[in-house]
Nanobody, 123 residues
Framework: QVQLVESGGGLVQPGGSLRLSCAASGRTSSHYAMGWFRQAPGKEREFVGQIAWNSGVTYYGDSVKGRGTISRDKGLNRVYLQMNSLKPEDTAVYYC????????????????WGQGTQVTVSS
């Protein structure tokens, strides 16, 4: 079983940057890829992007395309989401999740989720 713990959220001003981290433990080899999602109050959970564990190939949704970069450190079993040029509409709880499907932007394709980390973009 895989456990995921996100960190790095907080309050950031518009135009600022933030790097979120997701620490994975347990049987990480059981999943092919890791994804990032976000959920704003009153909205559905939204796909941000995905990264394949072994190859590092990434796949992004439209929400942060051009402003977000996903990377991973296989040795540390960590996945990162770097976000730049943040906007107030980026305010949400950000989740990392594990899946065996590639590519996949669907919430239902992911079977393991972290608890989420809050990102608030405000002046």
């Amino acid at each position: 079983q895989v456990q995921l713990v996100e960190s790095g959220g907080g309050l950031v001003q518009p135009g600022g940057s933030l790097r979120l981290s997701c620490a994975a433990s347990g049987r990480t080899s059981s999943h092919y890829a890791m994804g990032w999602f976000r959920q704003a109050p009153g909205k559905e959970r939204e796909f941000v992007g995905q990264i394949a564990w072994n190859s590092g190939v990434t796949y992004y949704g439209d929400s942060v395309k051009g402003r977000g970069t996903i990377s991973r450190d296989k040795g540390l079993n960590r996945v990162y989401l770097q976000m730049n040029s943040l906007k107030p509409e980026d305010t949400a709880v950000y989740y990392c999740a594990a899946t065996s499907q590639w590519p996949s932007a669907s919430v239902t394709a992911y079977d393991t989720w972290g608890q989420g980390t809050q990102v608030t973009v405000s002046s």
